[in-house]
Each structure stands twice: as structure tokens, then as C-alpha cells.
Nanobody, 116 residues
Framework: QVQLVESGGGWVQVGGSLRLSCAAR????????MAWYRQAPGKQRELVAT???????NYAHSGKGRFTISRDNANNAVYLQLNSLEPEDTAVYYC??????????WGQGTQVTVSS
């Protein structure tokens, strides 16, 4: 069983930065993709960014140029650097792990609040 544990959310003013972390605990197959999603109040969960085990990244339009996803394969961890934050970025951010395209795991979510 794999458990994803997130940290790093919080409150920040417009233009500020946060760094989210997610650690996968348990036995994790190396062939996997990790990602961050977010869900704002009253909205559907949406993709923020993905990163494969060999480092290929993909970003949703909303975060391009402002967010950076990275990972540490040795520690089964993924990170999301959030810069130039805007009130529209306020959401619960979720870590996601997909193993061999089959097994899907979610973290419990971490709140990011951007205040103007």
C-alpha cells in the first residue's frame, strides 16, 4: 500500500511563493508519473503539472512560467514550486501518483490561500 503525504501549503500574499512537497511512503514501482492537481471551492479538480520518472514535465496553462514541478526519485518525492501567486491560485493542492499507468494514489491535500 502506498501513502502520499503532502506538506508546504499555507497562506501567502499576492506575488508570494510557496513550495509544496509530497512523499510517497511504501513500496513504489520506479515506472511512475507523479503530479499535482488542485481544486478550488465550487470547482472541479484540475491538473497543475506532471513529471515522469525520467524527468519529463508537463504544465497546465494556468501555471506555465510560474510553477515548477520536480522530483527526487531516490526518496520517492515530488515538489511544486509556486511563484508569483495570484488569488486565483487559492485551492487545495493534491499530490498524485500513477504507477505503470494502472494504480492511482492521491494525497490528502494541502491548502494554499493567496490573499490580496
Amino acid at each position: 500500500q502506498v501513502q502520499l503525504v503532502e506538506s508546504g501549503g499555507g497562506w501567502v500574499q499576492v506575488g508570494g511563493s510557496l513550495r509544496l512537497s509530497c512523499a510517497a511512503r511504501g513500496s513504489v514501482d520506479s515506472l511512475n508519473t507523479m503530479a499535482w492537481y488542485r481544486q478550488a471551492p465550487g470547482k472541479q479538480r484540475e491538473l497543475v503539472a506532471t513529471i515522469t520518472n525520467d524527468g519529463r514535465t508537463n504544465y497546465a496553462h494556468s501555471g506555465k512560467g510560474r510553477f515548477t514541478i520536480s522530483r527526487d526519485n531516490a526518496n520517492n518525492a515530488v515538489y511544486l514550486q509556486l511563484n508569483s501567486l495570484e488569488p486565483e491560485d487559492t485551492a487545495v493542492y493534491y499530490c498524485n501518483l500513477v504507477v505503470r499507468g494502472i494504480h492511482v494514489y492521491w494525497g490528502q491535500g494541502t491548502q494554499v490561500t493567496v490573499s490580496s
